[in-house]
């Protein structure tokens, strides 16, 4: 993980560099949740609907954002606790980390498109001690995690006809799909009014091992936004995608799902906006025995002004209800630079 903080950081000051900003001032960068996905170890492989505000670059400019998330999977069934049941359906527990890059350019008066490469890591990680005293501190449910091993990977059970699935071998560091995004605003009701937008999204089976075999998928998404009384602006969303089902090492997925957000934006500050957000997201795998097929998550995240044409985002997910079929845990950072 420290390696993946190095880098992060590294580029991060690259970015915001006084060599890398213009001397004209900056226009104000797009309101919005912070785009924290749900990268639990069995969503990696598919395409995901992140959370997204309506607004858009403005026409001639770019936007950099360079973002890390480190997140932590653990999910059970079995008839005990620990390493020894007699019968295991499914054991899903490991670490996912991601550097990405998203670099968007406005090609209209309300339209950009974006790109985003993904560098993924999945393994056994080093957050279950730092996870297990956060529960402990805040009182939060564990799912059992002191009697099973710590720091380690595993994604293993049956299937609903009863056939042996393992992701052993699987672990590794490589790229994931290239994803493209383009996003037309067409509302913009001003600050006191609703704006709304449209975004497609495709990803590209473009990732290499161990993630070379993440299937390609087209997605599509409605977003609006409206500021309400005093120092709040709600934010909502709901799309649709469509993407291989595999099989994946041993695991068939849904070829199609529905994802839906809300989120709510306080400005605490002038320069400092803390947004709580929950997702909502339909079946994800299709043969895994008693897997859920309801996928809830909540995230809160905040975004800091760093300079005319910096910020600094941060966010972090915390799964009070779902963590079966969720992310259980993951932090996320990043820095959007505007040249």
Known sequence: ????????LLVTLFLDSPASRAQEPAEPAPDGPVEVRDEHVLAQPRLTLPPIGPDTVPRGRWSVRLGYLASNSFAWTQDALGERPSDRRFLIDGEAHTLDLNVARGIGADTHLAVRLPLRRRGGGALDGLIDTWHRIFGLPDGGRAFFLKDAFRVEGLTTVGRPFSWKRDRGTGLGNLEIEGRWRFRDGGRDGWRAAVAARAALPTGTAPFDRDAGGFGLQVVAARRLAGPLDLFAGAGGLVQGSGPVRGIQYEPGRVHAFLALEWRVFRRFHLVAETDAASRLVRDIDRYPGVHWITNVSGRIPLSARTRFEFGFT?????????????LAFGLVVRP
């Open 1 to 8: 993980m420290h390696v993946w903080l190095r880098a992060f």
């Open 318 to 330: 915390e799964n009070f209800k779902n963590q079966i079929s969720t992310t259980d845990f993951a």
